[in-house]
């Protein structure tokens, strides 16, 4: 925190419903590339951003979900596109969602590589002193290596599984849950400071550990 300059900076770079709140709401790993863009980062700004995203992915994913059960009811799918016969129409909504789906990999491959790389740097530890070698090269290396591989992942996985559900569920079963649960509740009663809170963040850390497996269960026993 500037304390100066009163600004936070951050330096270095089982129900369809239940998955989409999860879903919406796990995308933390955004906030530093999002702070960074904001002028003047002050901590009020950063959670009025923050705030304002919620509500208005809210309202959006609320007004679509509701439109499709109140459509199709029970019987809506996943995807709900598939639910309609192949007219004009439903092909230019595909074409929107694959031009949706291509342009938002970019804004989450992009802070998953810098985890990558943050690893990487701390398993390849600090540089010696007077090494002035340009790291560059290497870095543009590691850059496509990654960047291919999240690429051919994603890839195989669309290639081989067919319903949209069954990837939302093992996503929000496993990364979401992590993200939301066992991360944060984690993290702080490792470093936190002695309290309530720290108790409670424990709780959410073992809350995390139940949901994901259960969640997983219900999963492999639905397919």
């Not at 959670?47 to 994913?61: P, R």
Request: proline fraction near 5%; glycine fraction near 10%.
């Amino acid at each position: 925190r500037n304390a100066a300059a009163g600004t936070w900076i951050f330096r270095g770079g089982s129900s369809r419903l239940g998955r989409g709140a999860r879903l919406r709401y796990t995308c933390q790993q955004n906030i530093f590339a999002v702070n960074n863009e904001i002028r003047r980062p002050t901590r009020a700004r950063v959670d009025k951003v923050i705030v304002t995203s919620i509500v208005s992915a809210l309202c959006v994913y609320l007004v679509v979900g509701n439109a499709g059960y109140q459509t199709f009811g029970v019987d809506v799918k996943s995807d709900v596109l598939e639910n309609y016969a192949s007219t004009p129409t439903i092909s230019v909504a595909r074409v929107g969602v694959a031009i949706l789906v291509g342009s938002s990999f970019p804004l989450q491959c992009h802070p998953s590589r810098m985890c990558i790389f943050s690893l990487l740097d701390q398993a390849k530890g600090p540089r010696p002193e007077g090494d002035e070698t340009d790291a560059a090269p290497t870095r543009n290396v590691e850059h496509v290596a990654v960047t291919a591989i999240f690429i051919v992942a994603a890839l195989m996985i669309a290639l081989s599984v067919k319903s949209l559900g069954l990837v939302l569920s093992f996503v929000g079963a496993t990364g979401s849950t992590t993200i939301s649960y066992i991360l944060p509740g984690g993290i702080y009663y490792t470093v936190g400071p002695p309290g309530v809170r720290r108790y409670l963040a424990f709780i959410q850390f073992c809350l995390g550990l139940v949901i994901m497996p259960s969640a997983l269960a219900v999963i492999f026993m639905g397919n």
